[in-house]
């Protein structure tokens, strides 16, 4: 893409999901007049209206969408435009019902929810391209818009789909990514395994369900062409809205959540001008803060800055399996949480509470209660502290700690007939990642390949299970240049086709790690082995053990007990002029935790500022600034020394800022105050970011 167009509103944007059409138009009036009283900046309009603005094929109404701009924009609002083609149209799958999507096991589904057909279907392509160019022929000029929103949720409820068209797609797809070299793919999917070898292209087929384990390779390959497929109708309906409207920029919304894995947003991050996300908290999870934080650092991070968070909830949702409700002051904890790691607009689904229709029990900005609620009140005093925060917009954080995050090998690692079942891909992450965000330390995700891992102090990777050879001598020149690399256990085990790298585990690793495992020892559900060496006493490990033996490296920690009592459990070897970690076995959280202690002191990383307990602590830096974010998870309070200004009371710090039970703040701090921009040790220098197209924010106003 060329240089990304800019979303020009001041401050912090402040959002909903608007769909007027699902109320008397005797109502919108006073949508206007509370969204006013909130704060309300921008609405996102049109996302479901598909069957409203084009009744029949190719017959278009657009009178209700006219009326409900002119009146966004007579009321200094600013709309973000939606394509419908998130949720085609009954008379469409009348006309044609083979763009149905297919599952695995060869049903063809129906329509009557959303997303209800196959990404590969000619006809839907055609249908929504239609759809998208009338809209960007017909708004483009329009004052009240400020942006394209694209779909809606890319791959949600049809992230794959089995059909023969998908087929068809599919072999396309392989005969560009192998040169049209069918031996090639024979030998990258290893079909000489269980007599899989193919003579000709035509008996390709997607990996539809079947009696054993199927090709993993096949899976694989089969994962990366459904991203591709979906980013190729997000980037086509993309051109469409560009040649429409070159200067407007176009977003769509990411789900970057601990329950969606289906598309690889490092390929999807450079296609669009601006960076939004969904995130949901889960009912289940007793710290779903963490889960929000690690999101908001990668978005951050495939942003390469600012980002747009574009659906959270007030409250309750209505798809799992208990909604709960959100208790005092959470929803104002998540919000400013979010624009803490990177998000410079809020946004909720959805503006007013549905009476009717699939989501009719979902929270929203103004709840079925009315005025007359809490959620209201709390809605209203959040679009206030997003005006406290104006000044923040285009800031970022500076990390000095990078966790490798790759979609394809967290794909291969959760597929079928691994050494053990019990592994996931984002817990693994997710353990890592807890006792830096506990420490106060800033965490950016990169690629394996990333080309600029010496902006780093310390690389983390906690579980590359599938590792291309490139990416993993990347890893390696990083240590050899002097920084501190620390490898989790079942990593660099196979390559890009799934290949087992031969010659002892932990394959692409085994030279700059200084170890050789010649077999795997995984643990059953509920078994633990003893740890000893440098750690505290009663420490333990779940999960996996392998049997470890040193080459360059030395022993830090060892198993106590069991088939490898006495073998090296934890190793450190130094490499050129830095420094590679294994963590060959999955330590209880304490334990866990004081080695990435060890880790990050070695490397020299410093937590962002010192804070108690429950105190989530971020720093955003801007120009002229720091902006030191506290939230208190806890609930009860705390004081924080600090300089400056506190932005949401407006009130002036001298040695400490009080955080309430439960509360915010955040202290606006002058580069060169004592608590500001905490100095970096050594040489070398941290800087934030990763590689995507960031949010730009402009200074302009929209409305009149």
Excluded at 18 to 29: F, G, I, L, T
Excluded at 63 to 77: A, E, F, K, T
Excluded at 78 to 94: I, Q
Excluded at 631 to 638: C, F, L
Aim: aromatic content about 10%; proline content about 7%.
């Amino acid at each position: 893409m060329s240089t990304p167009r800019r979303l020009r509103l001041p401050g912090i944007a402040y959002s909903g999901d608007y769909n007027p059409e699902q109320w008397p138009e005797e109502v919108w009036a006073e949508d206007m007049r509370l969204m006013r009283e909130a704060g309300v900046t921008m609405v996102s309009v049109g996302i479901f209206s598909w069957a409203l603005l084009e009744p029949s094929e190719g017959v278009y109404d657009f009178s209700r969408m006219d009326r409900v701009l002119d009146l966004l924009h007579d009321n200094g609002i600013a709309a973000d435009l939606a394509t419908p083609t998130a949720a085609p149209p009954a008379w469409f799958f009348k006309a044609h019902p083979e763009a149905l999507p297919v599952d695995q096991d060869g049903r063809r589904l129906s329509y009557g929810s959303r997303q209800t057909f196959c990404p590969s279907s000619p006809a839907y392509r055609r249908a929504s391209l239609r759809i998208a160019q009338a809209l960007g022929e017909r708004y483009a000029a329009h004052p009240a818009v400020a942006m394209w929103h694209i779909h809606n949720e890319y791959g949600c409820h049809n992230p794959a789909c089995y059909c023969d068209t998908s087929a068809i797609a599919f072999r396309t797809w392989l005969r560009a990514r192998y040169g049209d070299d069918l031996d090639a793919l024979n030998h990258a999917w290893g079909t000489t395994f269980w007599s899989q070898w193919y003579y000709d292209w035509d008996e390709i087929i997607p990996p539809r369900a079947t009696g054993a384990v199927p090709n993993p390779t096949h899976q694989l390959d089969w994962r990366r062409f459904c991203s591709d497929e979906l980013l190729s109708l997000c980037t086509a309906e993309r051109e469409v809205l560009l040649r429409a409207a070159p200067d407007l920029p176009a977003t769509t919304n990411l789900m970057v959540l601990r329950t969606f894995d289906a598309l690889d947003y490092w390929r999807w991050a450079p296609e669009l001008d601006i960076l939004s996300n969904d995130h949901y908290l889960m009912s289940d999870d007793p710290e779903a803060e963490l889960d929000l934080a690690l999101s908001g650092d990668l978005m951050r991070s495939l942003a390469g800055g600012p980002w747009f968070l574009m659906e959270h909830s007030t409250g309750a949702v209505n798809w799992q399996h208990v909604n709960r409700a959100k208790g005092p002051g959470e929803m104002r904890r998540n919000a400013l949480a979010h624009v803490a790691h990177g998000a410079d607009g809020i946004a909720f689904f959805q503006w007013r509470a549905a009476k009717a229709g699939a989501e009719q029990w979902h929270s929203a900005m103004l709840p079925h209660a009315g005025t007359d609620s809490v959620v209201w009140r709390d809605v209203v005093q959040l679009g206030a502290d997003l005006e406290a925060l104006a000044e923040v917009r285009d800031s970022t954080v500076a990390a000095q700690v990078a966790i490798v995050w790759d979609w394809d090998a967290r794909w291969a690692l959760e597929l079928p007939a691994q050494p053990s079942g019990e592994l996931r891909y984002q817990d693994l992450v997710r353990d890592w990642y807890t006792p830096l965000w506990r420490a106060g330390v800033a965490v950016d995700f990169v690629r394996p390949d990333d080309p600029g891992l010496d902006r780093y102090r310390l690389v983390l990777v906690p579980s590359l299970y599938l590792v291309r050879e490139e990416a993993a001598a990347n890893l390696a020149r990083f240590a050899r240049s002097g920084g501190t690399l620390a490898v989790g256990f079942h990593s660099g085990m196979v390559d890009e086709n799934g290949h087992v790298v031969l010659g002892g585990y932990p394959g692409a690793f085994r030279d700059v790690l200084g170890v050789s495992t010649d077999e795997l020892f995984p643990l059953l559900p509920g078994e633990t082995t003893g740890l000893a060496g440098e750690v505290r006493p009663g420490a333990t490990a779940d999960l996996w053990s392998e049997r470890v033996r040193l080459a360059d490296a030395r022993e830090v920690v060892s198993y106590a007990d069991g088939p490898l009592a006495g073998l090296p459990a934890v190793t450190r070897n130094e490499y050129g002029s830095g420094t590679a970690w294994y963590v060959a076995t999955h330590p209880d959280q304490d334990t866990l935790s004081t080695l990435l202690h060890r880790f990050r002191e070695e490397a020299g990383v410093v937590p962002e500022h010192e804070v108690p307990a429950g105190v989530e602590v971020v720093r955003r830096r801007g120009a002229a600034a720091d902006f030191l974010f506290l939230v208190d998870h806890a609930g009860k309070g705390a004081e924080v020394r600090a300089e400056g200004v506190e932005l949401l009371t407006g009130s002036q710090v001298t040695g400490t800022v009080v955080v309430p039970p439960g509360g915010v703040a955040v202290v606006r701090e002058p580069h060169g105050t004592t608590s500001a921009s905490p100095p970096v040790p050594g040489g070398r220098e941290a800087v934030g970011g990763g590689g995507g197209a960031g949010l730009c924010v402009g200074d302009g106003q929209v409305g009149p």
